[in-house]
C-alpha cells in the first residue's frame, strides 16, 4: 500500500496539503511519552504489523487469488516500510528512556514507581530489535526500487520478514505488553459495578474474559482517534485496523463456540454476547468491506481522512454499545453516560444536529416550492447560520458534501437555476437527516416532527 504523507500539520479541507507516496510519516517526537507509553506504541504497531504481513489475515485485501496474483502489491510495500521506519524512530526513544531510567536507579538519584517501571524488556534485546528493523528498512528501500512488485515478491518479503521477528525476543515481550496494557483499565463505572454486585460464577467468568479484550479494542482505537485529532498520517493506521480486526474475529468465534453451549438461552448474558456477535458481523463487514475497502489506492487526502474517521466512529460506537450491554446485563438500572462520559456529549450534539438539519431542510423545501416570493437573503442567512454551527458536528465526508451545496446555493443567482440545486440539496438532508435519526444515542429520544 502507497502510503500517502501529509505535508502539514494542519489538516485544512479547502487546501487539501499536497501527497507524497513512499515516503516516511512524520514521527511524534513527543517529549512527554515515558518508557512504558512508548514501548505500548511500539507494541501495538508491531502488532498490527505482525497481522498485516500475514496473508492469510490480510484484512484489507479480502480479494480471489487470481486477482491477487496479477495487481501490483507496491503500495503494500510502502506502507510497510513507512510502518518499519516509525518503529525505528520509537525503538531509539525507548531504548534511550530505558538507558537513562537505568542510570537513574544506579545512581540511587530517584526510587521508581512500580507504574513507572518500563516492561521487560532489556537495553541488549531493544539493541537487537533496532538492528533488525534497520535491516528490514534497507531490504524494503532495495525492493522498492523495483517497483512494480507482485504478489510472489510480497510473499517471500512477507514470510521472511515475519521469521526475522519472530526470532527476536523483544518483538514478542513488547506485543504482548501492549496487549496486557490494553486490557488493564476498564470504564470506571463498569469497574466499579463489577466491584459492588454479586454474581455467580459462570457469568463472572464469562465476563472477566470478553470485557478486557473489548476494553483492549478500544484503547487501540483511541491511537486512531489521536491520530484523527493531530491529523497525522493515517493510512499507517490500516495496520491497526488489520489487527483489530484479526482478534475481533478470533474472538467472535469464541462467543459463538459459547454461546452454542450456553444451557440457559433466557439467560441475560446470553442476549448480551449474542448481540455482541450479531454487531461485531454488521459492523466488521460496513468497515472492511466498505469504509476501508481500496482504501491502500486512494490519494485524495480529504477521502481518506473521511473514510478512516468513519471506521473509527462505527467501530468504537459498537463497541462502547457492547461494553454497556454486559454493564446493564449486571445492572439494569445503569445508563450509558455512566459507563462512558462522552456518550452524553454525543447526545447533546446529536440532538442539536438533528434539529438543525430539519430546519434546514424545511427551509429549502420552502425555497424550491416557491422560488419567486421566499426571500433568499433569508434562505443565505439560515444556511450559513448551519454552515458555521451544527454542521460540526457531522462526519467529515457528509460535512464537506452539505458545505458545497450551500455554497452552490449562496452563489447561484438565477432562481431558474436555484430551483434544481435546491432539489438535489433537499434529497441529501433528507436522507442525511434519516441517517443522524438512527444514531444509537437517540434510540431514545424520538424526534418530535413539527405540526
Known amino acids: 500500500m502507497n502510503v500517502a504523507v501529509i ?15 513512499a515516503e516516511t510519516p512524520a514521527v511524534n517526537l513527543s517529549p512527554a511519552l515515558n518508557a512504558n507509553e512508548l514501548a505500548f506504541e511500539l507494541g501495538l504497531w508491531l502488532s498490527g504489523l505482525e497481522s498485516f504481513l500475514n496473508i492469510r489475515n490480510h484484512s484489507l485485501a479480502d480479494e480471489s487469488r ?47 514507581d512500580a507504574e513507572d517501571e518500563h516492561f521487560d524488556v532489556s537495553p541488549e534485546e531493544i539493541f537487537k530489535l533496532a538492528s ?9 528501500e532495495g525492493l522498492l526500487r523495483a517497483a512494480p ?8 518479503w512477507s514470510n521472511s520478514l515475519s521469521e526475522r521477528f519472530k526470532q527476536t525476543e523483544a518483538f514478542e515481550k513488547l506485543i504482548s505488553a501492549a496487549e496486557k496494557t490494553g486490557e488493564q483499565f ?10 459492588t454486585k454479586q454474581l455467580s460464577f459462570s457469568t463472572e467468568a464469562d465476563l472477566i474474559f470478553f470485557l478486557p479484550r473489548f476494553e483492549k479494542f478500544l484503547n487501540w482505537l483511541g491511537v486512531e482517534k489521536k491520530m484523527l485529532k493531530k491529523h497525522e498520517p493515517l493510512k499507517p493506521s490500516l495496520l491497526i485496523f488489520s ?50 475497502a481500496g482504501l491502500s489506492e486512494l490519494r485524495q487526502t480529504p477521502l481518506i481522512y473521511a473514510k478512516i474517521e468513519t471506521a473509527f466512529a462505527l467501530l468504537n460506537d459498537s463497541f462502547q454499545l457492547t461494553l ?14 455512566d459507563i462512558f462520559p462522552n456518550i452524553k456529549t454525543k447526545l447533546e450534539q446529536s440532538i442539536i444536529l438533528r434539529r438543525e438539519l430539519w430546519k434546514s431542510l424545511q427551509e429549502v423545501k420552502k425555497a424550491e416550492e416557491n422560488p419567486e416570493k421566499y426571500p433568499l437573503p433569508e434562505l443565505h442567512k439560515n444556511l450559513t447560520n448551519f454552515d458555521s454551527g451544527a454542521l460540526r458536528f457531522l462526519f467529515y465526508k457528509d460535512k464537506e458534501t452539505v458545505e458545497r451545496f450551500i455554497e452552490e446555493v449562496l452563489v447561484t443567482t438565477s432562481k431558474k437555476d436555484l430551483v434544481p440545486i435546491l432539489h438535489r440539496f ?26
Request: proline fraction near 4%; glycine fraction near 4%.
Open 7 to 21: 505535508e502539514t500539520s494542519t489538516f485544512n479541507p479547502t487546501n487539501p496539503p499536497l501527497i507524497k507516496p
Open 66 to 112: 487470481a486477482k491477487a496474483s496479477t495487481r501490483d502489491w507496491t503500495k503494500e510495500f510502502h506502507l510497510t516500510h513507512s510502518t518499519l521506519l516509525m518503529c525505528s524512530g520509537i525503538v531509539f526513544r525507548l531504548g534511550k528512556a530505558i538507558k537513562d531510567k537505568k542510570s537513574v536507579m544506579e545512581d540511587d538519584v530517584l526510587n521508581l
Open 132 to 140: 533488525v528493523l534497520k535491516d528490514a528498512v534497507l531490504l524494503s
Open 149 to 156: 512488485l507482485k504478489f510472489g515478491e510480497w510473499t517471500a
Open 186 to 195: 476498564l470504564p470506571e463505572g463498569l469497574r466499579r459495578i463489577l466491584e
Open 243 to 292: 489487527r483489530i480486526r484479526e482478534q475481533i474475529s478470533e474472538m467472535m468465534n469464541y462467543v459463538n463456540n459459547r454461546l452454542l453451549r450456553f444451557s440457559d438461552e433466557s439467560d441475560a448474558l446470553f442476549g448480551a454476547l449474542d448481540g455482541a456477535s450479531y454487531a461485531a458481523s454488521i459492523e466488521l463487514k460496513k468497515v472492511y468491506n466498505h469504509e476501508l
Open 324 to 337: 454497556i450491554n454486559f454493564a446493564q446485563v449486571i445492572a439494569p438500572e445503569v445508563q450509558p453516560f
Open 426 to 451: 433537499g434529497a441529501y438532508l433528507e436522507t442525511l437527516f434519516g441517517q443522524v435519526n438512527m444514531r444509537v444515542v437517540l434510540a431514545n429520544h424520538p424526534f418530535e416532527y413539527e405540526k
